[in-house]
């Protein structure tokens, strides 16, 4: 190992030029010139770098090839070998650390507009000579340096980008300095950003996007967030907005209170954003809300797709609807059908998803409740019903729907809300109150007579005001009204649990034609057979002796319709069957087959 001068050494350092010196000669001592020698790095072979892997000898013998740490700050030690021929020489070395220095950060450019970035390079060097490997670390006062950290190549150089936006997305203005750090020493340099100005206010969200009216029992408030930004399209805190309500609105909102129609003076944040609420008066309606910076209302921003809803459920727009009315349930457990309840606001719009409906039965088993769900816009849900104990004598069962909602009324005032003690005078009429139809305490109107009796399910609020009761389908307890527009909004039908074997009623027979009724075997023979069965017949020709052959030409109706009973308990709900025939004669029979959806059978044959 030699230095720049030729001088044996015992080590190298970074920069410091030193070589392997081989010495190729033959057994008298003379050199051999012109032969391939071979470096290798035998020994901690990571720890250092020879220039060449073959140097020839020179006319005295002798090859040279340099030799570095692997790095400025590389240090220990490691065995190095040289090849010439047969021969093979070997030598130790200890390897010395650097001291590495580093420039000042190299700008792309010293002025940057708001948000702008420019290059970053950092010169480092060892005894002068730059350094390879060297892993420089960069940051700023403000904004951000991308790579954070980098690594000298070749030419000792370490580059990155600036860029003046802070992590929450704000500008940086003002003078930033930049820094460099590698091996213990840190430089710097200084750039200047010029400061943002707002240019532009997006709208960025309205969260829930629909509320609805003060009152409903849902969310009547909406957040509502637009965000500020540079001309860079960075976020820029601090500026000055005013928040207002524009002429395209229901009556009776407010911006961070209920009511309250001013304007807002706002300051953007951190992140540019401003935040505020927007309360639901009354009315439904499509929302609009403008927010403008206060030196220039020409940016502005409107908020989109925020709208209010009704809400409650009005009792005119409470409906129910039944699956199967007539199911097979008087002999059987498990019978079942689907109750499904739709509900409305008084301007007929989908009550809000979630609204609760309940349900009660006078026998049987159902569903105690279901949430209402949006499909397509529309406000349902669906409940079960399932035959079994108990079983009322005639086969019939009450089932009432019911929530919380609002009771009909006029709005005289034309609100969208139900008052009392104003004037208002409209085409020569004053009024001083709305006009409700006040309806008294829902019940589950089970003996079906019209009116409550004790024992029968009653949803009491307490009122006692005198007013008119009445029954199924909208049953109302009589002298219970309240005088205010909440109720418990309420429907009620009527389910048959039919009997699984037919009687035939009412038949008359003739050559030609059968027809007869077909009714359960419940007691009060009104009812009829489950939705479903099946009326089938086969013709018997018992008179051979004639040429005449009996068949059945058609039996119908064929099947049992769905059959939803009406308020008046004694109207006979069996169905009515004809037997059409031809070519049948005195002593000939028909049988007819009556089939139930869970295949009981009941036959009956006709004489002709």
Known sequence: MVDANNNVVNGITYGGGQKIRATYTDANGNPVKQTLVSFSVSTNSSAAALAYAYVTTNDSGIAYDPLSPATATTSGAATVSATAGKATSAVDFSISGSTVTIGNPVLGSASLAASGTTSVRVLATANSTPASGVTVAFSADCGTVSPATSTTSGDGYASSSYSAVKADGTSCSGTVKIYAAASGNTTNSSLTVASPTASAINFISATPAQIYVTGSGASSQSVLRFKVL??????????????????????????????????LSLTSDGSGVITFTVFAGSIPGPVEVKAALTNNAAVYALSKNLSVQYGPPSQDHFS????????????RDGTTSTITARLADRQGNAVPAGTVVNFTASGGQIGASCPVTLSNGIASCTTTFSSQAPRASNGRVAVLAYAEGLKNYVDNNANNSYDTGYRYTFNGTTYTNDTLSDMGDAYRDDNENGQWDSGEFVIARGGSTTCSGSGWPTPSRVNSCTGTVDTTVRKQVVLIMSGSTATFNASTSSINAISFRLNDNNSTSLNPM?????????????????????????????VVPNIGPDTDTSKQLGTDHTVSLSGCAVGDQVRVTVTTPLNVETTKTYDL
Do not use: K, Q, W
Not at 320 to 331: A, K, L, P, Q
Not at 537 to 552: H, R, Y
């Open 230 to 263: 540079d001309a860079s399209g960075a976020a820029y805190s601090g500026a000055a907005v005013t928040a207002s309500l524009t002429e395209n609105n229901p009556g009776g909102l407010g911006l961070n209170a209920v009511g309250s129609t001013g304007t």
């Open 530 to 558: 489950p939705y479903g069965t099946t009326v089938s017949a086969t013709a018997i020709d018992n008179t051979s002796s004639n040429s005449l052959s009996c068949t059945v030409v058609s039996a119908l109706p064929a």
């Open 320 to 331: 129910i609807s039944v699956g199967t009315f007539n199911v097979e349930g008087n002999n």
